[in-house]
């Protein structure tokens, strides 16, 4: 082969694999709505409870959006509150409340994230401070819990997880859940600088090395 021939080769596969990546793969744009809540409301999402009165904290005017440290780096910014957990014995278990947001995404990977904390600063401290659940179409990617919650202590967490999805919409939901504890005030959970970014597929990732390759066996010839 040419050197003139060689070096279109080599041009020609590089324009196809820039055009691939670029255009299937990641882009660093968040593409949930209203994920770090910016606009003190809990726009483009949607509330939801797990259970009747699994909110016990919602007659107190949660789930609201307030400035919170969420991630503690002494920088204050809004937040989704939320003030789960039952408010009665029966029926045993887990039960609270939470927000989701359907979003649409191209087939490929992609990468959720969310900074989480929990907080009691009315009570003097609980047995449960919150579990909290990542879930990507009814399927459980990640959870934590916080365990107990000391009083006026800030426990903070991220929520993250990758999975490879189809074209379309997808189902975006976080949720909140505790066991009943009497006598006990109910902590407040925060949830803040939710993400949703599209990455580049395994294919594309593949083609690149493929690349890699061909210059290289262009270059011993």
């Given at each position: 082969m040419s050197i003139r021939c060689w070096r279109g080769s080599f041009l020609l596969f590089w324009i196809v694999a820039f055009g691939l990546v670029h255009g299937v793969g990641s882009t660093d744009a968040n593409l949930i709505t209203n994920g770090d809540f910016e606009t003190g409301s809990l726009s483009g999402w949607a509330y939801?409870?797990?259970?009747?009165?699994?909110?016990?904290?919602?007659?107190?005017?949660?789930?609201?959006?307030?400035?919170?440290?969420?991630?503690?780096?002494?920088?204050?910014?809004?937040?989704?509150?939320?003030?789960?957990?039952?408010?009665?014995?029966?029926?045993?278990?887990?039960?609270?409340?939470?927000?989701?947001?359907?979003?649409?995404?191209?087939?490929g990977a992609v990468e959720i994230t969310a900074d989480i904390a929990a907080l009691d600063n009315v009570g003097g401290g609980n047995l449960q401070a919150g579990f909290f659940e990542l879930i990507l179409d009814g399927i459980v990617l990640d959870s934590h819990n916080f365990g107990a919650a000391p009083a006026g202590v800030t426990q903070s967490s991220t929520l993250s997880a990758t999975s490879i999805v189809t074209a379309g919409s997808h189902q975006v939901r976080f949720q909140i859940r505790r066991s009943y504890q009497q006598n006990d005030e109910t902590p407040v959970q925060y949830l803040d600088d939710i993400a949703v970014i599209q990455i580049p597929e395994p294919t594309i990732l593949a083609l690149a090395g493929l690349g890699l390759s061909f210059i290289a066996m262009r270059r011993k010839r």
């Open positions: 939801f409870i797990t259970m009747p009165n699994g909110d016990g904290g919602a007659s107190g005017g949660f789930p609201i959006v307030i400035p919170f440290d969420v991630n503690q780096d002494s920088v204050s910014s809004l937040a989704a509150a939320f003030r789960v957990g039952k408010d009665s014995v029966n029926p045993p278990g887990l039960f609270g409340a939470g927000i989701y947001q359907n979003v649409m995404l191209q087939e």
